[in-house]
């Protein structure tokens, strides 16, 4: 059965969620799709998809104890695994998350009367009480989510301890899994999130994952996503961030090495002196089949006294293909917003395309906004500088791209995720 075929038998299908409230969002987002279809997605790279004959995980997949126990980047870190989309407890440290934080399997969450969810459950897709989105994925997402985690922090909480959700993808069928998270952070509280996607199986996976982070007034929330070697996945990342006054957050992504990936982040900023800054570091080695990735960021200011930066760097190498969009959306009357939008891409061969476009749209005067693109191959003068200074070319090349690269990695505050990455780049760039 193609993947078509399997999304609207599932569908037809789907299990009723007893919350009244969850049930009318699933029904509205079944209509939307329904009305839609797979418009967006045959505007992407993963029109060819809907023709793949894809399973559905049923939750029973099992992986080898020994393969967990070198995934985690660190034992104290709090670490969350999904098994093809379903939250595995028994492998989780839950432990080491304390009593006062509310932690719960989003399976849990929508079939059972859990009221505190029905709070936070698609809020970031409303707007002046109007349930509006215009996403194919999203709605695909919201219909046929399987698990996800809802993390509920407390006000005036400091969780040292970086939180790993670790999503592996080990099915025995080429399969199609979503998964939806939703984290609070509450007033004056701090958090990190280390989200990884890892695939240990030889069969292609459609992975949809729809994200929703509410930073409350004056906390710091930071999300480090990493999607490495997942050459025969196609992942769909879907992050909605509502940001109140005060808070600050930041997204740092690290891409590489991957079929096809379409990474949307957006935040919408409901609060004053908000601060936001969105980072991405995408790489592709070569590779005899074609490699694209999407990074698409839309921002919207509403309250005065805001900050928004975002630089997105990419290194492509053989058949591989980036799109870069950036929207800024500021509302009219506001003063004292600060915009900046940066892509820079470095093309190692002829056969690399990038497309960028930043934009802005404002309806106010008194903002200060900037963006820039750069696309190019690698400067001769420094790898001549390099050879000069008795530095063979293979490695002149491979310290050019690291030191291209390093602007990015040395704002990731995470030591060992930051030597994680550097060790990556140095093992994979030939």
Partial sequence: ????????????????????????????????????????????????????????????????????????????????????????????????????????????????????????????????????????????????????????????????????????????????????????????????????????????????????IFSKDQSQVEVFKLENDLRKTYLIDNTFIKQSSNSVCKVFTFSSNIRNIINNINCFKVGTDTQSFFNGLYFFNKSNNIRKIYNKIFIKHLFSNSVSYQNYKGIFSKNSYGIFKSKIKIKENLYNIKSKQINSNLLLSNSSKVFSRPEFKTASSKVKCSHGTNIGKLDKKTIFFFRTRGIEKKKSIKLAILIFANELIKLVNLNILKTKIINYLKKNIS
């Fill in 1 to 212: 059965m193609t993947l078509k075929e399997k999304i609207f038998v599932l569908l037809k299908n789907k299990e009723k969620s007893p919350n009244k409230y969850i049930e009318s969002i699933i029904n509205k987002s079944i209509g939307f799709f329904y009305k839609i279809g797979f418009t967006e997605l045959k505007k992407t790279c993963f029109k060819s998809v809907l023709n793949y004959d894809f399973d559905l995980p049923n939750g029973k997949n099992e992986i080898e104890y020994s393969i967990l126990n070198k995934l985690s980047f660190n034992n104290k870190f709090i670490s969350l695994y999904f098994i093809n989309g379903f939250f595995k407890s028994s492998l989780s440290n839950l432990c080491k998350l304390k009593k006062y934080i509310k932690f719960s399997s989003l399976k849990n969450c929508l079939f059972h009367k859990l009221p505190t969810i029905t709070k936070y459950f698609c809020n970031t897709l409303f707007y002046k009480d109007h349930f509006v989105f215009h996403n194919s994925f999203i709605a695909i997402n919201i219909s046929l989510t399987t698990d996800g985690i809802f993390i509920k922090i407390p006000k005036n909480t400091n969780l040292k301890i970086p939180i790993e959700i670790i999503n592996i993808y080990y099915p025995k069928k080429s399969s199609i899994i979503n998964f939806k998270n939703i984290i609070v952070v509450g007033k004056n509280s701090k958090l990190k999130i280390i989200e990884r996607h890892i695939s240990t199986s030889k069969n292609y996976i459609f992975s949809n994952v729809f994200t929703e």
